[in-house]
């Protein structure tokens, strides 16, 4: 794929927005047990992925976004089924399917919704760049400074 270093290709295969490598998820399948387990950090480059405690909670106004878009996505495929002759379909004597098709895909896509908001949240706070490992491997060692410095100012 010639996505690789664009921001589409770090969510939509769920690699560390850094590197465009190492996995988010410990399970490849989004549908096996433990699918929400993440890495502490890039097994590839080191970046934290666990970026400050509850830094994931923001990923819940990105899965309401999804879902949204979802509910959204079933209308406008019924509605459009229904002008290409497919089906017939109008929304007020239909309401029971409408609302039958977007629950079931929402509970049918749920591992999927999971799993694409935690990594369009981490993609809008972190940058792709070649030198990942190396970039991380600074930023490790600026970390260990400032502790030293505070651990040395605290004695
Ligand atoms: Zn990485």
Excluded at 99 to 105: K, Q, R, T, V, Y
Excluded at 107 to 130: G, M, T
Aim: contains cysteine.
């Amino acid at each position: 794929m010639g996505l690789k270093g664009t921001k589409i290709y770090s969510i939509l295969t769920f690699t560390c927005p850094r590197c465009h490598e190492g996995p988010l998820f410990v399970k490849k399948s989004a549908y096996s047990s433990g699918m929400t387990e993440m890495h502490k950090k890039c097994p590839n480059c080191g970046e934290l992925y666990e970026r400050e405690p509850g830094f994931y909670y923001g990923a819940a106004y990105v899965s309401y976004g999804l879902t949204v878009a979802l509910w959204v996505a079933v209308f406008v495929a019924l509605t459009v089924f229904d002008a290409i002759g497919i089906m017939t379909y109008s929304f007020f004597d239909d309401a029971l399917l409408f609302l039958g098709i977007g629950i079931g895909l929402l509970l049918l896509l749920f591992p999927i919704v999971y799993r694409l908001s935690r990594s369009i949240w981490i993609n809008l706070f972190v940058k792709y760049r070649e030198d990942a490992a190396a970039y991380n491997e600074q930023q490790a060692r600026e970390r260990a400074e400032r502790r030293k410095a505070r651990s040395q100012k605290n004695a």
